[in-house]
């Protein structure tokens, strides 16, 4: 069993991204459990989603206590959340905005995902889409192809600039190994 959470700023995407990987997870024949949670404020607020995967189990409680997995992309969602990172466990974050401090035995992997979906899709909204790739690709868990089959069934808007960002964060991706087992 694995858990990932992805949590930065309310209009960052990161319901989307969930969304997306649940569902390319549950393709893949596992066990997909997911808990969106959002912060009270009307604006400025932040958003998380923990996905909760498993090979064998049903998954009845999609509450990680330990995250083997953290994507970030604010500074005070990484304050807040890497805490819950277990000794082995990775951080992948939003280098242009996120400062991440040392911590033993987590593995913190910066990404300018902002920058790159704005110079290959046009606009830095589509930054969750190269986390997505990125994460995929890292870890090796899901295929490029399977992802791009999610986004086009699940009706994604503005699917050209997401799949071009999708594909520029899984180029990334490749170059650095995320060790999971699920």
């Known amino acids: 069993m694995i858990s990932i959470r992805i ?3 309310g209009g960052h995407g990161i319901v989307f991204a969930a969304r997306v990987l649940g569902s390319a997870f549950t393709k893949r024949g596992f066990n997909v459990a997911m808990r969106i949670s959002y912060s009270p404020a009307q604006r400025g607020g932040w958003s998380r989603a923990d996905i909760v995967i498993s090979s064998e189990e049903a998954i009845w409680n999609p509450i990680a206590d330990e995250l083997d997995v953290l994507i970030v992309t604010t500074q005070e969602r990484y304050d807040a959340e890497v805490r819950d990172v277990r000794h082995g466990g990775y951080v992948i974050y939003e280098s242009e905005v996120v400062k991440p401090r ?3 035995g ?5 990404i300018e995902a902002f920058k790159l ?5 046009g606009s830095r909204i589509f930054g969750n889409s190269v986390l997505i790739g990125f994460f995929a690709s890292a870890s090796g868990l899901i295929p490029l192809s399977l992802l791009e089959e999610v986004m086009r069934e699940l009706g994604v808007k503005a699917l050209d600039s997401n799949l071009k960002a999708l594909r520029v964060g899984f180029e990334r991706g490749l170059s650095v190994k995320i060790h999971l087992r699920i």
Do not use: F, S, Y
């Open 102 to 104: 040392d911590i033993e």
């Open 7 to 9: 949590t930065g700023a």
């Open 106 to 110: 987590v593995e913190q992997i910066p």
């Open 117 to 121: 979906a704005e110079m290959v899709a």
